[in-house]
């Protein structure tokens, strides 16, 4: 179970940092640009961050905090499997369900206006939840 801890830990930890770029630079950086080019901005940067290097890193710690989360539980480590737990919430079912829809229908031709505050709330609770699941692995 260590290496399981200790993966889902680092994978945590790196989808945490990309989160928290985005919330302390990307996002302030776009909304100084007129909507339009923030727009354009956005989608560019949604898909290039589609690629080989991010989708392991993505699917493997959601698969990592899924196997992690049942195992401890079914172990008593109720810590760990919390933090589990909520770096498969925060790191990963917020993203499939909320942001990557908004980043979709941005994609189809969706305002900015429209996006971009559902998608910080989103994300801001994402990155909270994917940091504090990354705290419980690591304590």
């Known amino acids: 179970m260590n290496a399981l801890v200790i993966g889902t830990a680092i994978g945590a930890g790196l989808l945490a940092g990309i989160y928290l770029a985005f919330s302390v630079a990307v996002m302030p950086g776009l ?8 727009a354009d901005a956005m989608r ?10 991010f989708g392991v ?5 959601g698969l990592a905090g899924a196997v992690l ?3 401890a539980a079914l172990d008593g480590s109720w810590q760990l499997a919390a933090g589990a ?3 498969l919430t925060g790191g990963h079912l917020i993203t499939i369900g909320v942001n990557i829809p908004l980043n979709t229908a ?3 031709g969706g305002s900015w206006d429209g996006f971009a505050r559902p998608w910080n709330r ?4 994402r990155t909270l939840l994917l940091v504090v699941g990354f705290a ?3 304590v």
């Open 136 to 138: 419980l692995l690591v």
């Open 31 to 38: 909304h100084r640009r007129p909507d339009g080019e923030a």
């Open 85 to 87: 737990a909520l770096v």
């Open 44 to 53: 560019a940067i949604n898909r290039a961050i589609v690629n080989p290097l």
């Open 57 to 61: 890193l993505f699917t493997g710690t």
């Open 106 to 108: 941005l994609d189809r």
């Open 69 to 71: 989360a049942v195992w």
């Open 122 to 125: 989103a994300h801001t609770l």
